[in-house]
T-cell receptor, first 117, second 116 residues
Framework: KNQVEQSPQSLIILEGKNCTLQCNYTVSPFSNLRWYKQDTGRGPVSLTIMTFSENTKSNGRYTATLDADTKQSSLHITASQLSDSASYICVVSAPTMFSGGYNKLIFGAGTRLAVHP | GAGVSQTPSNKVTEKGKYVELRCDPISGHTALYWYRQSLGQGPEFLIYFQGTGAADDSGLPNDRFFAVRPEGSVSTLKIQRTERGDSAVYLC??????????????FGEGSRLTVL
């Protein structure tokens, strides 16, 4: 079973509309939760990083929420633009015993978002 | 450099051949990671370097895969006797330190490997 599950797998919305992407995780303990945007053929780019004590964090039109009790996170995109078309990946960072406790990133499979005019 | 640089961007090889993929991290970043991403999937961890040493190589799928970072900067991922299942995008990322809880991770554009 994947430790980081994302839904939906893919989503199509019209330009200007809002959308919410979901992430459920079972990683425990965890250090922080991140959302990345990955354009086709490019490397992932960080959108937000939240520690377990943070409930919400915004980055422009992107707002991430975190409920550490239920192990759920969401990414809300407001007033979508064509350039928002990409894969959005939820990543959970877990502490390890390697090398004095580095944080290992566990990636979800991503939600592929297509914004149509 | 300004960002993480990976070469080649595309590599096509034949089954059984040897391949090297290079990653040049952001200057001053001590932590370097290799990931493998198959189509429609999230990146899968391969190996983590802290400085010159491989602090965690638990993600390497088998002994055909090996990575080095001899001077604590550039890293090379080496794949011997390539198989068709090795076809994927190989992503490299770097950060100031792997131990910082909220350390930002910067990814390269990836090297797309196709094994025929």
């Amino acid at each position: 079973k994947n430790q980081v599950e994302q839904s939906p797998q893919s989503l199509i919305i019209l330009e200007g509309k809002n959308c919410t992407l979901q992430c459920n995780y079972t990683v425990s303990p965890f250090s922080n939760l991140r959302w990345y945007k990955q354009d086709t053929g490019r490397g992932p780019v960080s959108l937000t990083i939240m520690t377990f004590s943070e409930n919400t964090k915004s980055n422009g039109r992107y707002t991430a929420t975190l409920d550490a009790d239920t192990k759920q996170s969401s990414l809300h995109i407001t007033a979508s633009q064509l350039s928002d078309s990409a894969s959005y990946i939820c990543v959970v960072s877990a502490p390890t015993m390697f090398s004095g406790g580095y944080n290992k990133l566990i990636f979800g499979a991503g939600t592929r978002l297509a914004v149509h005019p | 450099g300004a960002g993480v640089s990976q070469t080649p961007s595309n590599k096509v090889t034949e089954k059984g051949k040897y391949v090297e993929l290079r990653c040049d991290p952001i200057s001053g970043h001590t932590a370097l990671y290799w990931y493998r991403q198959s189509l429609g999937q999230g990146p899968e961890f391969l190996i983590y370097f802290q400085g010159t040493g491989a602090a965690d190589d638990s993600g390497l799928p088998n002994d055909r895969f090996f990575a080095v970072r001899p001077e604590g900067s550039v890293s090379t991922l080496k794949i011997q006797r390539t198989e068709r299942g090795d076809s994927a995008v190989y992503l490299c990322a770097s950060s100031l330190s792997g131990r910082v809880n909220t350390g930002e991770l910067f990814f390269g554009e990836g090297s797309r490997l196709t094994v025929l």
